[in-house]
Protein backbone atom coordinates (compact mmCIF):
# COMPACT_ATOMS: atom_id res chain seq x y z
CA UNK A 1 0.00 0.00 0.00
CA UNK A 2 1.15 3.61 -0.67
CA UNK A 3 1.90 4.42 3.01
CA UNK A 4 3.83 1.57 3.65
CA UNK A 5 7.83 1.63 3.66
CA UNK A 6 9.29 -1.55 1.97
CA UNK A 7 12.39 -1.91 -0.44
CA UNK A 8 10.45 -0.47 -3.71
CA UNK A 9 8.96 2.34 -1.85
CA UNK A 10 11.57 3.06 0.46
CA UNK A 11 10.86 6.83 1.30
CA UNK A 12 6.98 7.00 1.41
CA UNK A 13 6.24 10.60 2.54
CA UNK A 14 4.10 9.98 6.04
CA UNK A 15 3.90 13.78 7.65
CA UNK A 16 4.65 17.17 6.62
CA UNK A 17 4.77 18.21 2.69
CA UNK A 18 8.07 21.03 4.41
CA UNK A 19 10.91 19.32 2.80
CA UNK A 20 12.73 20.78 6.13
CA UNK A 21 10.98 18.02 8.56
CA UNK A 22 12.55 14.87 8.49
CA UNK A 23 9.24 12.99 10.04
CA UNK A 24 9.44 10.22 6.74
CA UNK A 25 10.76 7.14 7.37
CA UNK A 26 13.44 5.37 5.24
CA UNK A 27 13.65 1.92 4.07
CA UNK A 28 17.99 1.77 4.43
CA UNK A 29 18.10 -1.86 1.55
CA UNK A 30 16.16 -4.37 0.57
CA UNK A 31 17.48 -7.81 1.76
CA UNK A 32 17.31 -10.23 -0.95
CA UNK A 33 19.10 -13.64 0.43
CA UNK A 34 16.75 -13.38 3.93
CA UNK A 35 20.16 -13.02 5.67
CA UNK A 36 19.51 -9.42 6.58
CA UNK A 37 19.58 -7.57 8.24
CA UNK A 38 16.93 -4.55 6.97
CA UNK A 39 16.43 -1.25 8.47
CA UNK A 40 14.09 1.40 8.61
CA UNK A 41 14.73 4.61 10.46
CA UNK A 42 12.29 7.67 11.22
CA UNK A 43 13.50 10.72 13.32
CA UNK A 44 10.81 13.25 13.42
CA UNK A 45 7.26 10.99 13.30
CA UNK A 46 4.11 12.49 13.54
CA UNK A 47 2.24 11.49 17.23
CA UNK A 48 0.60 8.23 16.80
CA UNK A 49 0.54 4.80 16.12
CA UNK A 50 3.27 2.87 13.44
CA UNK A 51 2.37 -0.89 12.86
CA UNK A 52 5.28 -3.03 12.37
CA UNK A 53 5.02 -5.91 9.78
CA UNK A 54 7.27 -8.64 7.97
CA UNK A 55 6.81 -9.53 4.28
CA UNK A 56 8.41 -12.09 2.16
CA UNK A 57 8.24 -11.43 -0.98
CA UNK A 58 10.12 -14.07 -2.52
CA UNK A 59 12.62 -16.26 -0.74
CA UNK A 60 14.96 -16.49 -4.13
CA UNK A 61 15.13 -20.63 -3.22
CA UNK A 62 17.25 -19.98 -0.57
CA UNK A 63 14.43 -21.51 1.97
CA UNK A 64 12.45 -20.02 4.96
CA UNK A 65 13.34 -17.10 6.89
CA UNK A 66 13.35 -16.69 10.71
CA UNK A 67 12.55 -12.72 11.62
CA UNK A 68 14.40 -10.81 14.48
CA UNK A 69 12.96 -7.42 14.36
CA UNK A 70 14.70 -4.72 16.88
CA UNK A 71 12.75 -1.61 17.45
CA UNK A 72 15.35 0.75 18.68
CA UNK A 73 14.23 4.07 20.23
CA UNK A 74 16.63 7.38 20.86
CA UNK A 75 19.23 4.10 20.92
CA UNK A 76 18.13 2.27 22.93
CA UNK A 77 16.82 -1.41 21.70
CA UNK A 78 13.63 -1.45 23.42
CA UNK A 79 11.50 -4.84 22.14
CA UNK A 80 13.32 -7.79 20.22
CA UNK A 81 11.27 -9.96 18.70
CA UNK A 82 11.88 -13.26 17.22
CA UNK A 83 9.48 -14.96 14.76
CA UNK A 84 8.58 -18.37 13.01
CA UNK A 85 10.06 -19.14 9.88
CA UNK A 86 8.53 -17.26 6.95
CA UNK A 87 8.05 -18.36 4.17
CA UNK A 88 6.95 -16.53 0.00
CA UNK A 89 4.31 -14.39 0.55
CA UNK A 90 4.00 -14.75 4.37
CA UNK A 91 3.14 -10.96 6.56
CA UNK A 92 4.11 -11.49 10.02
CA UNK A 93 2.03 -8.29 12.05
CA UNK A 94 4.74 -7.62 14.84
CA UNK A 95 3.53 -5.00 16.54
CA UNK A 96 2.67 -1.24 16.92
CA UNK A 97 4.77 1.46 18.00
CA UNK A 98 3.17 4.66 20.03
CA UNK A 99 5.20 7.90 19.14
CA UNK A 100 6.12 10.14 20.64
CA UNK A 101 6.11 7.38 23.70
CA UNK A 102 8.21 4.82 22.43
CA UNK A 103 6.15 2.42 23.49
CA UNK A 104 5.46 -0.95 21.00
CA UNK A 105 2.76 -3.55 21.77
CA UNK A 106 3.59 -6.89 19.94
CA UNK A 107 0.79 -8.33 18.26
CA UNK A 108 -0.01 -12.64 18.76
CA UNK A 109 -1.98 -13.02 16.02
CA UNK A 110 -0.98 -15.89 13.38
CA UNK A 111 1.34 -15.35 10.34
CA UNK A 112 -0.41 -14.77 7.17
CA UNK A 113 0.57 -17.00 4.86
CA UNK A 114 -0.22 -16.05 1.01
CA UNK A 115 -1.01 -12.74 2.09
CA UNK A 116 -2.57 -10.70 -1.07
CA UNK A 117 -0.49 -8.13 -2.98
CA UNK A 118 -2.54 -5.19 -4.27
CA UNK A 119 -0.16 -4.56 -7.10
CA UNK A 120 2.19 -7.55 -7.76
CA UNK A 121 2.14 -11.45 -7.79
CA UNK A 122 5.01 -13.30 -5.82
CA UNK A 123 7.21 -15.49 -8.56
CA UNK A 124 7.70 -18.99 -7.50
Given at each position: PEGDCYGRHSQPNWGSLDPTI?????HLGDDVDGAGPEAIIAYELEAGDYRVGVHVWDDHAYGPSVPTIRIVVFGEVVRELVGEPLYDADLWEVGTITWPEGTVSAYDGPVIHEYPLPWAEPTR
Amino acid sequence: PEGDCYGRHSQPNWGSLDPTIDDDPQHLGDDVDGAGPEAIIAYELEAGDYRVGVHVWDDHAYGPSVPTIRIVVFGEVVRELVGEPLYDADLWEVGTITWPEGTVSAYDGPVIHEYPLPWAEPTR
